[in-house]
């Protein structure tokens, strides 16, 4: 059964930069669909970057777009979200997922997957 965990959630002043790593076991991550979830205080969560399993297709939600980027080194079993020019509306704790279907990433970023991490916390914040 695939295993995701992520890390390097923190808190980063308004602006900054920090990059989410999702280390998975228990399977090959080359075989999934991956993305980035998130759950800012009081909301629902929701898909901010997907990405398919052969990298040929992405999403990402408008209000990332341009500041964020999804990635994955298959090597290492690990997907990144790096994220850039971040703002206090980021807030929130960001969550790994994966799912071996094939719809495409942006119904994968609304409808969830099927495997999740445990979440790590990002706060933007002077």
């Known amino acids: 059964q695939l295993q995701l965990v992520e890390s390097g959630g923190g808190l980063v002043q308004p602006g900054g930069s920090l990059r989410l790593s999702c280390s998975a076991s228990?399977?090959?991550?080359?075989?999934?669909?991956v993305g980035w979830f998130r759950q800012a205080p009081g909301k629902g969560r929701e898909g901010i970057s997907c990405?398919?399993?052969?990298?040929?297709?992405?999403y990402y939600k408008e209000s990332v777009k341009g500041r964020f980027t999804i990635s994955r080194d298959n090597a290492k079993n690990t997907v990144y979200l790096q994220m850039t020019s971040l703002e206090p509306g980021d807030t929130a704790v960001y969550y790994c997922?994966?799912?071996?279907?094939?719809?495409?990433?942006?119904?994968?970023?609304?409808?969830?997957?099927?495997?999740w991490g445990q979440g790590t916390q990002v706060t933007v914040s002077s």
């Open positions: 997922a994966a799912d071996r279907s094939r719809v495409s990433p942006a119904t994968l970023c609304i409808l969830g997957m099927d495997y």
């Open positions: 228990g399977d090959t991550l080359a075989r999934y669909h």
């Open positions: 990405l398919t399993s052969t990298d040929d297709d992405t």
